[in-house]
């Protein structure tokens, strides 16, 4: 089933200088589970080359947070020199949160039920 | 067992403070820790002082404090913020004023000593390189056009001012957490010299709590990174920012005002709890480096969390300075063009100025080109799907120039379009004044060379 990563997790991203910071965070354990396995540093690095330019595993830092069921990427130089040095009118670099909930997922049909089941359940009662 | 409530005021030059009031009126708030300054603030104040020398300071401090100080004096509420900014005695001369013409009293305290401008030669001197932290490349490459350099001081001096009876602790440059661990500590007995795990274990509790608390509403469910979920927060519009009562043991839980909007539970407190720490394994601060490793956030009942499993390691022997130094001008242009083939006129408009800039020999370090509504956003991850067929379209040109007359001659490429270009041209933004650009340079100084030189200072009112 096809799936954006925006229908099983959440994220909030900031600056840090020319530092682009995401956390990314699954609804459960199942879906912290799935995410840790998909979403390598190369994926997520190929995911944002455009504003890194480097599709190269080692221009994001991936860090896992198994009790907080969180991921945190950092991308390297990913804001343009940072934010008082940006042309971008995101020059805070809030908005790449949600470039990276855009991505597509393929999950297997029960995996992709059971995840959404869990995502509409946190989300009902949080 | 001895608790002390700490309540967040601003997260930015610029928020809201009456979430405030009902920390004070109802959610029994001790303290009011306001963060002023993001990273970028220095560079907005040093352009205030430029014009202004005795501004520097966040303009947002007096007319707070008019309106909180009414409500907290009776209290006994205290208020720790870096209002200060570049300028934290111009702070304190302005805070001191208005008091004075209200007739009220208080004792206010002014930390300097994060400002290292003027002390570069004698750091470098003293064999720090402040070499860039990241690069590593030499300070000497933008030494001459630094407009500023201040150092994150930690929780001491402010828990000094606060033993020394201070009702209001203006500060500069501090790490944004300390603004919260220091009431703790002074309250809670906890030690800044701590080397046991269980000392540093406490820090490390306080330095979480503030962290949470320090960007006021993204604790408390608000810019909740999510598709729809966001929609459930209740209230955004009366939201209350976030409470942590923390005991002597470093229990601390999280929770905010009663009858306030917002939301504080596992899933809003830990998206600010990672937000912008980089390696959460490694959280430094002056006063203790934080490993979220262990950390949990337990509910403990509607708007109730509990923090646990905070641990902490020794602080460093450095401080983290930033400098901030010019880079060139940006100038920018905003057109707006309606359907039919607004995607297409804009990329005319895109393709003429290029073609303006080459003709005229402009020298544009960098263009930046934006498609707003389009995907500014989201760019390549952006549905173009509807892109030939739009109802309209906002196109943004920003131009990096070292001149600032360069700049300055930019967005005149454009309003002759208005006529002699592409049809249905429907608004144009950008004849206004270019900013200026500024780069930043994270560096480490040996603590005792700066910690040496900082001052507290009392004056009652």
Do not use: I, N, V
């Given at each position: 089933m096809k799936l954006r990563l925006a229908d099983i997790a959440h994220a909030r991203s900031g600056d840090k200088a020319d530092r682009a910071d995401i956390g990314l965070f699954a609804w459960d354990e199942a879906g912290y589970r799935v995410l840790a396995e998909l979403l390598t540093p190369e994926r997520v690095a190929a995911h944002f080359a455009h504003l890194t330019?480097?599709?190269?595993?080692?221009?994001v830092k991936r860090y896992t947070l198994p009790h907080l069921l969180a991921l945190k990427f950092v991308l390297e130089?990913?804001?343009?020199?940072?934010a008082a040095h940006s042309l971008r009118s995101d020059n805070l670099g809030k908005t790449i949160a949600a470039q990276l909930l855009r991505m597509p997922l393929e999950l297997p049909e029960e995996t992709a039920r059971t995840l959404l089941q869990g995502a509409r359940a946190a989300i009902e009662v949080f | 067992m001895k608790t002390v409530r700490v309540a967040s005021g601003?997260?930015?030059?610029?928020?809201?403070?009456?979430p405030v009031k009902a920390a004070i009126e109802r959610g029994g708030a001790q303290y009011v820790c306001s963060d002023h300054l993001a990273e970028l603030t220095l560079a907005i104040l040093r352009k205030d002082m430029a014009r202004e020398p005795a501004a520097g300071f966040t303009r947002d401090l007096v007319p707070m404090l008019m309106s909180l100080w009414p409500l907290a004096q009776p209290r006994g509420v205290k208020f720790v913020l870096n209002a200060g900014g570049l300028n934290p005695q111009g702070a304190r001369d302005a805070l001191v004023a208005a008091f004075q013409a209200k007739g009220w009293h208080a004792r206010i305290a002014v930390v300097t000593g994060d400002a290292l401008l003027p002390r570069l030669d004698e750091l470098q001197a003293a064999g720090q390189t402040l070499a860039h932290l990241d690069t590593g490349a030499d300070i000497a490459s933008v030494r001459e056009r630094l407009v500023f350099a201040n150092a994150y001081l930690g929780a001491a001096p402010i828990a000094q001012a606060l033993a020394e009876g201070a009702d209001i602790v203006l500060t500069g440059r501090v790490a944004d957490a300390a603004l919260f661990l220091a009431p703790l500590v002074h309250e809670l007995g906890w030690s800044l010299q701590a080397s046991g795990p269980e000392g540093l274990d406490k820090l490390a509790q306080g330095l979480a709590v503030g962290h949470l608390l320090e960007c006021s509403g993204q604790g408390a469910g608000g810019n909740f990174g999510s598709a729809g979920a966001w929609a459930r927060v209740p209230d955004l519009t009366h939201i209350g920012y976030p409470i942590a009562e923390v005991g002597e043991d470093g229990s601390a839980l999280i929770t905010k005002a009663p009858d306030t909007g917002g939301r504080i539970s596992f899933h809003t407190l830990r998206q600010q709890l990672l937000y912008e720490v980089h390696d959460p394994r490694a959280y430094f601060s002056p006063d203790v480096v934080l490993d979220m490793g262990e950390l949990r956030l337990l509910d403990e009942g509607a708007d109730r969390v509990r923090l646990v499993g905070a641990r902490g390691h020794a602080r460093p022997e450095t401080l983290k300075l930033v400098a901030g130094y010019e880079d060139g001008w940006m100038a920018q242009a905003v057109v707006g063009f309606c359907w039919p083939d607004a995607l297409a006129k804009a990329e005319a408009v895109v393709a003429s100025v290029k073609q303006q800039l080459k003709e005229r020999r402009v020298p544009a370090r960098e263009l930046c080109v934006e498609h707003l509504g389009l995907?500014?956003?989201?760019?390549?991850?952006?549905?173009?799907?509807q892109a030939d067929e739009l109802n309209e379209l906002w196109l943004r040109m920003a131009v990096r120039c070292d001149d600032k007359r360069v700049a300055e001659a930019f967005p005149r490429l454009f309003p002759w379009m208005a006529l002699s270009g592409p049809p249905f041209m429907g608004g144009f933004h950008g004849v206004g004044a270019p900013s200026q650009l500024l780069g930043l340079w994270p560096a480490l100084v040996r603590r005792e060379l700066v910690e040496s030189q900082v001052t507290v200072s009392l004056t009652e009112v």
């Open positions: 330019g480097s599709a190269e595993g080692s221009s130089g990913a804001l343009s020199g940072g | 601003l997260g930015f030059y610029g928020d809201s403070w009456e995907d500014t956003f989201l760019g390549p991850h952006a549905d173009r799907s």
